[in-house]
């Protein structure tokens, strides 16, 4: 008669061991697949200098930050006043609270590496982020810039310095993602190619990314002492909330930031 074979059962502290494995393993997918990017979680272009390195990172971690602020959700809230901001193709028109619940809890900040543009390619001028994928570790962002952001963050004056607080904060805007594992972003503005938005109500209401730019670049303005409260939402005016425009040199040191005869004219509205 063959001998009776006992099923092995692993000892009950390695069942201990296996559940903690899982937990923290889930904890800590679900910590990365929900958690805010605060501005820790960048990288930059490798090909850059050091120092450039770090002038980018300081610049774009500037600009995480001025949305966290109330001096930022102030700025937002006073600029779009009664108005619906649209947000996306796919989300239509929302109240500046829901942009605020978006930039600051419900949406999930990608990994975002920044990428400096060649200035000698024909599109070198522009810039724009991008991210999605399906799953987490596809899902890292990127924030392609100009060199003029670089320049304009090291220059002497405040105002021009805070158009590059005003190109990051708009291009981090579209890096954020409204569901946890497929990207699915919170603010996008027009399709490739087009200058209309579709099923917009109302062409003159503002759009989500360019007022979080105008307002985080108003706001860090207000912050530096630069313009007074009062004048925040006349600043965000100057930049716009519909589009860029080109008016980071048109203000001497001690001239106020609003419109004015004479400003460069502001790009089309989308």
Do not use: K
Not at 43 to 62: C, F, G, I, V
Not at 117 to 144: C, K, R
Not at 184 to 196: I, V
């Amino acid at each position: 008669m063959e001998p009776q074979r006992e099923t092995y059962r692993p000892p009950w502290l390695l069942w201990v061991v296996a559940a903690l494995a899982v937990l923290v393993g889930g904890l800590s997918l679900y910590r990365e697949v929900t958690g805010q990017n605060d501005g820790s979680d960048l990288r930059a272009d490798s090909r850059l200098a050091p120092a450039y390195q770090a002038q980018l990172l300081e610049a774009a971690r500037t600009a995480y930050a001025i949305l966290r602020t109330p001096e930022f959700a102030a700025a937002l809230t006073g600029a779009a006043g009664d108005q619906p901001i649209y947000v996306s193709r796919d989300r239509g028109e929302r109240t500046a609270e829901s942009v605020l619940e978006d930039l600051t809890g419900r949406g999930r900040y990608l990994p975002v590496q920044l990428i400096m543009m060649d200035p000698a390619a024909a599109q070198s001028g522009w810039h724009y982020a991008a991210g999605g994928g399906l799953g987490y570790v596809s899902q890292d962002g990127e924030i392609h810039l100009p060199p003029d952001v670089l320049a304009d963050w090291a220059a002497d004056d405040l105002v021009r310095r805070s158009c590059a607080i005003n190109t990051l904060a708009h291009e981090i805007a579209h890096t954020i993602s409204i569901s946890p594992f497929v990207f699915t972003p919170a603010f996008t503005d027009t399709r490739l190619g087009e200058r209309a938005i579709p099923r917009r109500g109302g062409g003159d209401s503002p759009v989500a990314s360019y007022l979080i730019g105008s307002a985080a670049q108003c706001a860090w303005l207000q912050q530096q002492g630069r313009v007074a409260a009062s004048e925040v939402r006349a600043c965000v005016e100057v930049f716009g909330t519909r589009g860029f425009n080109d008016r980071c040199r048109a203000f001497g040191a001690r001239e106020p930031v609003r419109d004015r005869p004479g400003l460069p004219p502001p790009m089309r509205p989308l």
